[in-house]
């Protein structure tokens, strides 16, 4: 059981906008912790997509967004590409493990 | 570009001790600003953060393994190391080890490519 809570998996056609949730609590995004966001193409290892909550390092596309409030955030991605199915995965810092913390990873499928 | 790469047994006997090497290059371990941390993925599942080492050498571990971690740096090569004791099959996983940057948050902006370790006799 991850400490953030993401959806298993979510899916969407090409062009289409798709979200993924992560949700915490008062020890990690509620206390105002930062999350941010990996994607792990198959064979890979994560990279990172989104950081700070909203920022996009250089190289990411504008296609993908970060937002947080209060205990929950969502990473947003519009016009679905095929190559955008991955898993992907929150991370934040948790204040009563004293470390930092990951999702248990959404699997995003392009139909 | 800072670049990790991990190194060492892909094949560990249960009881025993993993033990694994990150070197890194394009970037100093001693440099402000950063920690040097091991992540594990067991095959079909997440991503689990096991520890860190700052630029001083000091460490903080992930309290489901703490007592069976130990994370240490060498300056002089520019790497930094794991060592997870009394291994069993649950240890079986991808390591990967990843540099943390201090701005915005805490957050693994640089990985290496991951070494499978598997727990077996």
């Known amino acids: 059981q991850s400490v953030l809570t993401q959806p298993p998996s979510v899916s969407g056609a090409p062009g289409q906008r798709v979200t993924i949730s992560c949700t915490g609590s008062?020890?990690?995004?509620?206390?105002?912790?930062?999350v941010h966001w990996y994607q792990q193409l198959p064979g890979t290892a994560p990279k990172l997509l989104i950081y700070?909550?909203?920022n996009r390092p250089s190289g990411v596309p504008d296609r993908f967004s970060g937002s947080k409030s209060g205990t929950s955030a969502s990473l947003a991605i519009t016009g679905l590409q095929a190559e955008d199915e991955a898993d992907y995965y929150c991370?934040?810092?948790?204040?009563?493990?004293?470390?930092?913390?990951f999702g248990g990873g959404t699997k995003l499928t392009v139909l | 570009q800072v670049q990790l790469q991990e190194s060492g047994p892909g094949l560990v006997k249960p009881s025993q001790t993993l033990s694994l090497t990150c070197a890194v290059s394009?970037?100093?371990?001693?440099?402000?600003?950063?920690?040097w941390s091991w992540v594990r993925q067991p095959a079909g599942k997440g991503l689990e953060w096991i520890g860190r080492?700052?630029?001083?050498?000091?460490?903080n571990y992930n309290p489901s393994l703490k007592s069976r971690v130990t994370m240490s740096r060498d300056t002089s090569n520019n790497q930094f190391s794991l060592k997870v004791s009394s291994v069993t099959a649950a240890d079986t996983a991808i390591y990967y080890c990843?540099?943390?940057?201090?701005?915005?948050?805490?957050?693994?902006?640089?990985w290496g490519q991951g070494t499978l370790v598997t727990v077996s006799s």
């Open positions: 700070g909550n909203i």
């Open positions: 990843a540099r943390v940057t201090m701005v915005d948050g805490f957050y693994f902006d640089s």
């Open positions: 991370q934040s810092y948790d204040s009563g493990l004293s470390g930092w913390v």
């Open positions: 008062s020890s990690n995004l509620g206390a105002d912790y930062d």
């Open positions: 394009g970037g100093s371990i001693t440099s402000d600003g950063y920690f």
């Open positions: 080492v700052d630029t001083s050498g000091f460490t």
